[in-house]
């Protein structure tokens, strides 16, 4: 099987993210598999406002969320210093 850019160059008909690797039997059921990619699509989509929002907040603000989170009173910060 060659890989799934080489396929997607010579035009293969297969949906995107199919790499027909499914070992646990996840697509036997069409409607679980239609529920489980409604769902993984929201989450991509959830993700990517999440990430905008990180952005905005970095260029409103001028500190990313760590910093952010670092000045909160009373955090604890569980990693060592550096």
Do not use: S, W
């Amino acid at each position: 099987c060659p890989p799934a850019v080489i396929q997607a160059l010579k035009g293969a008909e297969r949906a995107p993210g199919d790499l027909g690797f499914d070992p646990l039997g996840c697509g036997r059921n069409p409607e679980t598999l239609a529920r489980r990619q409604l769902t993984e699509l929201k989450n991509g989509r959830l993700a990517m406002i999440a990430v905008g929002g990180m952005v905005h907040h970095y260029l409103l603000v001028g500190r990313g969320p760590i910093e952010f989170i670092k000045n909160i009173p009373n955090f604890k910060n569980p990693l060592p210093p550096f």
